[in-house]
């Protein structure tokens, strides 16, 4: 197979699929290197697919299903406490954190994949944060960030925003 039939193929495959798919797993389906993998996948975001790295795997946000709704909220916080309940918060009224988004002062836009929509994914998320020692990617912006949030319409979307108003995260 020629590598645009391959990349093609990729993105397909992210489109259609309801799940983050790994890189391993491209690999193994294309018969190529997981190296290979990674800079198709590089190319693929140079052209303008939206494709999101997680710890999961790859995706493409909204891919597998036309009823869900996207939005950004631009939020702060200043501990990694805060970082969970925040996070606890979007899952428990039904949204799924796509990414985290920082606008650094020298780098530009900073987007890294999260994709969490259950405590226990969270759970893991601040886990490995604790475990690795690492600070939040918001902590080079002061705690200021954006997260891409998924859910089945807008109106969980708005009551999202409503519960993470009144507890002090939402900057407007």
Do not use: W
Request: with cysteine; aromatic share 6%; glycine share 8%.
């Amino acid at each position: 197979m020629d590598t645009l039939t391959r990349r093609s193929q990729i993105e397909n495959l992210l489109k259609e699929s309801n799940e983050p798919v790994t890189g391993s797993r491209l690999a193994e389906i294309f018969d190529v290197s997981r190296q290979v993998i990674v800079g198709d996948i590089a190319i693929l975001r140079a052209k303008g697919i939206d494709i999101i790295a997680t710890p999961q795997g790859y995706f493409v946000p909204g891919a597998g299903n036309d009823d869900i709704y996207t939005d950004v909220i631009i939020s702060s916080h200043s501990c990694i406490e805060e970082l969970e309940d925040e996070l606890f918060t979007i899952v428990d009224n039904g949204g799924k954190v796509i990414d985290v988004i920082v606008d650094h002062s020298v780098y530009g836009e900073i987007r890294s994949g999260i994709n969490v929509s259950s405590r226990r994914e969270v759970e893991n998320f601040v886990g490995k944060l604790k475990e690795k020692g690492a600070k939040p990617i918001s902590s080079l912006t002061e705690g200021v960030h954006l997260h891409t949030i998924e859910t089945k319409d807008s109106q969980t979307f708005d009551e999202i925003v409503k519960v993470l108003k009144e507890k002090g995260y939402l900057i407007e």
